[in-house]
């Protein structure tokens, strides 16, 4: 079981950037695959980053949604059991409650979908105004 909070939402102008980050409960942080969806109102919840972090290896995988390639990164902090979301060059579409997902049984074929985690927080909003 993992807890999952996230933070560093808010109201900026369209071209601005933000940092979300997802801090998560436990000690197993390394082990879990995680997720960043996005819900605008009206809606159904959308993929927008995933990462993936390879014990053996000591590297992280990480994969994005067309949408944001190139505006937003995805990074993980293990020691701190975080995930961040670096949103740069913001859009008024990128406006939406911005969820955090993990799961202990990650797969590529499901990394992009809302059935492939397990655990999700409460969510932050996001407002760009144009």
């Known amino acids: 079981q993992v807890q999952l909070v996230e933070s560093g939402g808010g109201l900026v102008q369209a071209g601005d950037s933000l940092r979300l980050s997802c801090a998560a409960s436990?000690?197993?942080?390394?082990?879990?695959?995680m997720g960043w969806f996005r819900q605008a109102p009206g809606k159904e919840r959308e993929f927008v980053a995933s990462?993936?972090?390879?014990?053996?290896?000591?590297?992280?995988?990480?994969y994005y949604d067309d949408s944001v390639k190139g505006r937003f990164t995805i990074s993980r902090d293990n020691a701190k059991n975080t995930v961040y979301l670096q949103m740069n060059s913001l859009k008024p579409e990128d406006t939406a409650v911005y969820y955090c997902?993990?799961?202990?049984?990650?797969?590529?074929?499901?990394?992009?979908?809302?059935?492939?985690?397990?655990?999700w927080g409460q969510g932050t909003q996001v407002t760009v105004s144009s």
């Open positions: 997902a993990a799961t202990r049984r990650p797969n590529y074929s499901t990394r992009a979908m809302t059935s492939g985690y397990d655990y």
């Open positions: 436990g000690r197993t942080f390394s082990t879990y695959a």
């Open positions: 990462i993936t972090w390879s014990i053996t290896w000591s590297t992280s995988d990480a």
